[in-house]
């Protein structure tokens, strides 16, 4: 599996990371007002996850690995698969 690297852009307020693959951006990460959204291949692309996390403008300590992981593992379906896709995961 190619190696996406997350940058992260915005530490709060939004918490927000670029996704890259080498030095093409592949994916677009920001938690703002209690939700996570990735969109793929960059900001107003397809969205590809929208999740609710605890965090609101911020990831709580022990969620952040979890939500950050499944980000990546959304980018790389996006990738293989083609497939434009929204899940909608609400607590």
């Given at each position: 599996?190619?190696?996406?690297k997350l940058t992260l852009t915005c530490y709060?307020?939004?918490?927000?990371?670029?996704?890259f693959i080498g030095d093409k951006q592949v994916?677009?990460?920001?938690l703002r007002h209690g939700l996570f959204t990735v969109d793929c291949p960059?900001?107003?692309?397809?969205?590809?996850?929208?999740?609710?996390?605890?965090?609101?403008?911020?990831f709580e300590i022990?969620?952040?690995d979890k939500y950050?992981?499944?980000?990546?593992?959304?980018?790389?379906l996006y990738l293989k698969?083609?497939?434009?896709?929204?899940?909608y995961e609400l607590d």
């Open positions: 599996m190619t190696k996406i709060a307020c939004p918490e927000q990371y670029n996704a994916g677009y990460l920001r960059h900001v107003g692309g397809a969205e590809v996850l929208c999740v609710k996390p605890q965090g609101d403008g911020i022990e969620e952040r950050l992981k499944m980000a990546v593992e959304r980018i790389h698969s083609g497939i434009i896709s929204t899940n």
